[in-house]
């Protein structure tokens, strides 16, 4: 695959899951999922934005500058401390859209973390080091979204490890 090809696929990957995002934080009723949902919507929003410049880079000179890519994504430590205001709420009413969403979202998740991993094995220079770093940061989405599932499924699960044991 070509870089092009996989900047370019990388922006539907990217796209498909913002969308996923926005339409879970409109149609969330919790503020605090609704918040969760916006930040994983503009973080992805922040990684089309620079996709589609190294994209209109490489299409005017035929090479690409890796900027620095930071993920506008609040640590994962306050993702811990939203999910923990959710616990109460989550448990309440029925939760079966938010709990589709975040399934659907976790599943584009892995398939973007994995076609970057394979870019990263893949391509070479700019390329190699361009996408290393969207899959560090894919990989912190993938634990957010599970995170939050976790708590909305009460499956008894806080970052991989086992809440409560009924043994």
């Given at each position: 695959m070509t870089l092009e090809e996989?900047?370019?696929?990388?922006?539907?990957y990217e796209t498909r899951v913002c969308q996923i995002y926005?339409?879970?934080a409109d149609s969330?009723?919790?503020p605090t999922g609704r918040r969760i949902f916006k930040m994983l919507g503009d973080d992805e929003q922040h990684h089309i934005k620079y996709l589609e410049s190294r994209l209109k880079q490489w299409q005017d000179t035929g090479k690409i500058t890796v900027e620095k890519l930071d993920s506008t994504l609040a640590r994962i430590n306050?993702?811990?401390?939203?999910?923990?205001?959710?616990k109460k709420p989550m448990q309440q009413p029925d939760r079966t859209d938010e709990k589709q969403m975040l399934s659907k979202a976790l599943k584009v998740e892995i398939e973007t973390s994995n076609f970057y991993e394979k870019m990263?094995?893949?391509?070479t220079d700019e390329g190699r080091q361009m996408f290393a770093r969207?899959?560090?940061i894919e990989e912190n989405h993938i634990n957010?979204?599970?995170t939050e599932l976790d708590y909305i499924s009460g499956s008894g699960y806080w970052f991989d490890f086992k809440e409560f044991d009924m043994e």
């Amino acid at each position: 695959m070509t870089l092009e090809e996989a900047i370019k696929t990388a922006l539907d990957y990217e796209t498909r899951v913002c969308q996923i995002y926005r339409k879970a934080a409109d149609s969330t009723l919790d503020p605090t999922g609704r918040r969760i949902f916006k930040m994983l919507g503009d973080d992805e929003q922040h990684h089309i934005k620079y996709l589609e410049s190294r994209l209109k880079q490489w299409q005017d000179t035929g090479k690409i500058t890796v900027e620095k890519l930071d993920s506008t994504l609040a640590r994962i430590n306050l993702i811990a401390a939203e999910a923990e205001k959710l616990k109460k709420p989550m448990q309440q009413p029925d939760r079966t859209d938010e709990k589709q969403m975040l399934s659907k979202a976790l599943k584009v998740e892995i398939e973007t973390s994995n076609f970057y991993e394979k870019m990263v094995g893949e391509l070479t220079d700019e390329g190699r080091q361009m996408f290393a770093r969207f899959l560090k940061i894919e990989e912190n989405h993938i634990n957010a979204v599970q995170t939050e599932l976790d708590y909305i499924s009460g499956s008894g699960y806080w970052f991989d490890f086992k809440e409560f044991d009924m043994e």
